[in-house]
């Protein structure tokens, strides 16, 4: 599956007002793994920016006077997303600006949801998972263990490129390890009847000190972060071990 995560800069927070977008930028996924291929540029609004905007950004207008319009632009980045699905942050906002933009030029260039195969809004999946909390990407980024230590104004680019290891870590889970075949295709399980003699001796494996450290290592990391690991209520005292 092709996925291409997504972050727009913009001159305020309505594009109702006449707000315009000043960046976009793009990574792309496939198969949840990053290709190296991005899709990045910074535009000409042709309006002012609402307080606040230019400083959050970190943009001005005299920087933004030579770079291109949306419409020299438009093309290459609709030819980036076609077909993938789109991963967004709070995804109303953006999209609701990049359908304005498409739509000053003209009823032939749709909407962005015509040219994506879905747009997955990775807000709602935190709110969905950590409900009553907050979800904003500095949030994420704390809660998930995803270092944005680099990000000190929004940038799309930097934005798109965090988002995208948040939205792995929101939606990994056993579909990661890969069970599946190599075609993708799932083989049919074949159910085998087995029979255990309880009276015999359960077989101990032997675990190498480097693995014990690396998962202690682990439940102290989940420790510092929830409070305590679900795998604590399983541990057995050592006395009652050598018991």
Excluded at 15 to 28: A, D, K, S
Excluded at 92 to 108: N, T, Y
Excluded at 150 to 167: F, N, S, T
């Amino acid at each position: 599956m092709r996925q291409v995560i997504l972050d727009t800069e913009t001159t305020g927070l309505n594009w109702r007002n006449g707000n315009r977008v000043v960046e976009i930028g793009c990574v792309e996924f496939v198969e949840r793994r990053p290709t190296g291929r991005t899709f990045h540029t910074y535009l000409k609004p042709d309006c002012q920016f609402e307080q606040g905007a230019q400083e959050v950004t970190g943009l001005t207008l005299e920087f933004l006077a030579d770079k291109p319009r949306f419409e020299e632009i438009v093309d290459e980045f609709l030819a980036f997303i076609a077909g993938a699905e789109l991963v967004i942050h709070n995804a109303a906002f953006d999209v609701g600006f990049l359908d304005h933009e498409l739509s000053r030029l003209g009823p032939q260039y749709g909407t962005v949801s015509g040219h994506a195969s879905n747009i997955e809004d990775s807000l709602l999946l935190a709110r969905k998972q950590f409900p009553g909390q907050r979800n904003s990407l500095d949030a994420l980024c704390k809660r998930l263990g995803v270092d944005n230590g680099h990000r000190q104004l929004h940038g799309a680019l930097l934005d798109a490129q965090i988002l995208a290891e948040v939205y792995i870590a929101l939606t990994s889970g056993q579909e990661e390890i890969g069970f599946g075949s190599a075609d993708g295709v799932d083989a049919p399980v074949e159910a085998v009847a087995v029979q255990l003699d309880a009276s015999r001796p359960r077989p101990r494996v032997a675990i190498e000190d480097e693995d014990l450290a690396a998962h202690e290592a682990r439940l102290e990391k989940l420790r510092k972060k929830a409070g305590k690991a679900v795998w604590d209520q399983w541990l057995v005292p050592v006395d009652e071990v050598a018991a």
